[in-house]
């Protein structure tokens, strides 16, 4: 099956630095990559959809600036939180489709524990 | 926008009973719907994904049904374990590839 993996699982960091998060597609290319974020018991929210080599689409509300997409390949996008405060404590799930068993079906990642301090 | 609805939020049962989690959403005009299980502070496994042109999806104790005219869905765990405890997620995928995920279902299987 498609793997997807996040790295790192856990980051801690202080406020007004930046912090990367890596997610991977092990065995497909996705074509479009999506970023989620869930807080203490809710469900997830969408906060952007890129498809490798464009910008991404990020949903209302989400602040282009702080959260930064990336997805320079059909392997790998990144998700940088810049200048993070305590209110980005979440965590954060990506997802990937385009080439899995199933192409049409998203496989997500372990997901990032950010905590803000 | 599509809403998608879970209910109830938090179900106990004991252990071997036959349960059923429902998932509603207003748009209808979807392309999937995929059932997932969150373990807490993990990522989400798929479960089961029903096709907008399908009724229902079976994987071992699971069957999932979908209702697309009336923007149903349910998932039915047969014969429930312990093991079975975790949060269950419904998303719906509309044609434009973004996923819609539901509130979910906190399900404790007690032994």
């Known amino acids: 099956g498609a793997v997807v993996s996040q790295h790192p699982s856990r980051v801690i960091c202080k406020s007004g630095t930046s912090v990367k998060i890596e997610c991977r597609s092990l065995d497909f290319q996705a074509t479009t990559m999506f970023w989620y974020r869930q807080f203490p018991k809710k469900s997830l929210m969408l906060m952007a959809t890129s498809n490798e080599g464009s910008k991404a689409t990020y949903e209302q509300g989400v602040e282009k600036d702080k959260f930064l997409i990336n997805h320079a390949s059909l392997t790998l996008s990144t998700l940088t939180v810049t200048s993070a405060h305590p209110e980005d404590s979440s965590f954060y799930i990506c997802?990937?489709?385009?080439?899995?068993?199933?192409?049409?079906?998203?496989?997500f990642g372990p997901g990032t524990r950010l905590t803000v301090t | 926008k599509q809403e998608v609805t879970q209910i109830p939020a938090a179900l106990s049962v004991p252990e071997g009973e036959n349960l059923v989690l429902n998932c509603s959403f207003t748009d209808s005009a979807i392309y999937n719907l995929q059932w997932f299980r969150q373990d807490p502070g993990k990522g989400l496994t798929s479960l089961l994904l029903i096709q907008s042109s399908q009724r229902e999806q079976t994987s071992g104790r699971l069957n999932a049904s979908l209702d697309k005219s009336s923007g149903r869905s349910t998932l039915y765990i047969a014969a429930s374990q312990p093991g079975d405890s975790a949060t269950y997620l419904c998303a719906v995928k509309n044609t434009g590839n973004q996923f819609y995920f539901g509130t979910g279902t906190s399900l404790t299987v007690i032994p």
């Open positions: 997802s990937a489709s385009g080439g899995g068993p199933n192409s049409y079906e998203q496989y």
